[in-house]
């Protein structure tokens, strides 16, 4: 978030407004998506119901490969905070000579393994509780950071950056990336008539937090600011190892639920739903290996976000939920706003995918 701000400037924080309203009513677009047929229990399934085989393989497609490539940046997460804390860390492991942050993303990857074990999500509802603490404490580090070292007076920061817009605004929608597993929760909770509260509550409370954060991290380092604000804290602070082992507490706690539907589907397409649970402990793990082996290739954690936000979440966030409710409930009347509405969010949507999508790669493909 203080990376997003520092690319687009103070001002971009009124488009970040703007993207948690949009993705909060795009997931209330989900659940009305959801209520259309009982048969519905996926993201898929919305595709499937509204536009058939070819509906159902596009959000599939997206969706899949979105999570995978989030999974992925949480990897690369523990791995670079990580080696800021045990700087110069080395060990063998089966005949390889691993250091740095490839150590700790082998490492971290071991300690999230059992929870992508777990099938229940009422199981994982605890788990990734805990990322609600860690989120907190990762803020109050920042004021602590502000208050005993730098202070809350950065100069060289910008009101508005129009070239560092699209970055800004497609970090924005990863904030809100979670659109993909919505069905999934859905389908698992106890009483899904709750879910649009739970969902405007959970959106209200992130917001306020990621807004914080942003804030507190762009006033302490201005543009010097890294895709990563622990990276910027001081090393050998206490705040500072509280931050970072609250960041890599995040991770841990939720790269489950991220890789849940993923390992689902492949055990539907090899037909494993019926067998016990070695399937799903085989299909999960061989899941968690194949993103440690891209998480260890992979050197720009903001650039990558970026990505995923521009071209992956905004179709999982914006572009699919508008195009399904439309096809699903046009027979039975929308009102004219509503569309106005709908057509407005798709326009934004298309704009964060083209412009996004261009500015991220390019940054990708520079730093080669």
């Given amino acids: 978030m203080p990376y997003a701000v520092a690319q687009g400037g103070w001002l971009s924080l009124l488009l970040f407004v703007v993207v948690g309203a949009v993705c909060y009513y795009t997931g209330t677009l989900i659940e009305h998506c959801m209520r259309a047929d009982g048969s519905i229990a996926s993201y898929p399934d919305i595709g499937q119901f509204a536009f058939g085989a070819v509906g159902r393989r596009a959000i599939a497609f997206f969706m899949y490969v979105e999570l995978y490539l989030v999974a992925i940046s949480f990897l690369v997460l523990e791995g670079d905070n990580l080696d800021k804390l045990f700087p110069g860390a080395s060990m063998e492991l089966l005949g390889y000579h691993l250091h740095g942050k ?3 993303i082998v490492l971290a990857a071991a300690v999230i393994l059992p929870t992508t074990w777990l099938k229940n999500l009422g199981m994982l509802a605890y788990v990734s509780a ?7 404490a990762l803020t109050a580090s920042l004021v602590w950071a502000g208050i005993a070292e730098t202070g809350f007076h950065k100069n060289n920061s910008s009101a508005l950056n129009l070239t560092g817009l699209p970055t800004s605004l497609s970090l924005y929608f990863v ?3 979670g659109h993909a597993v919505f069905p999934t929760i859905y389908s698992s909770m106890k009483n899904n008539k709750h879910f ?4 405007l509550i959970s959106s209200v409370l ?4 990621y807004g914080l954060t942003a804030v507190l991290g762009y006033l302490i380092y201005g543009d010097d600011v890294q895709s990563q604000v622990t990276l910027n804290l001081p090393t050998g602070k ?3 190892k509280i931050a970072i082992v609250m960041t890599l507490v995040n991770p841990l706690a939720k790269y489950a639920l991220l890789v849940a ?5 492949v055990e539907e397409r090899l037909s494993l739903q019926g067998p ?4 799903r402990v085989a299909i999960s793990t061989a899941v968690l290996a194949s993103t440690v082996v891209v998480a260890s290739t992979v050197p720009f954690f903001g650039y990558l976000m970026s990505f995923i936000g521009s071209f992956l979440s905004v179709m999982a966030t914006v572009i699919f939920p508008c195009l399904c409710y439309l096809k699903i409930y046009k027979a039975d009347g929308i009102r004219r706003a509503e569309i106005a509405a709908i057509a407005g969010i798709l326009m934004l949507g298309v704009f964060v995918a083209i412009t996004g999508t261009y500015t991220s790669l390019q940054q990708i493909v520079g730093t080669f």
Avoid: D
């Fill in 102 to 104: 490839q150590l700790f």
């Fill in 206 to 209: 992130c917001s306020l937090n």
């Fill in 261 to 265: 539907p993923i390992t689902a589907a």
């Fill in 175 to 177: 904030c809100f990336t």
């Fill in 130 to 136: 805990a990322g609600l603490v860690a989120s907190a």
């Fill in 276 to 279: 016990g649970p070695a399937s």
């Fill in 196 to 199: 649009s509260k739970i969902l």
């Fill in 238 to 240: 206490l705040y500072t």
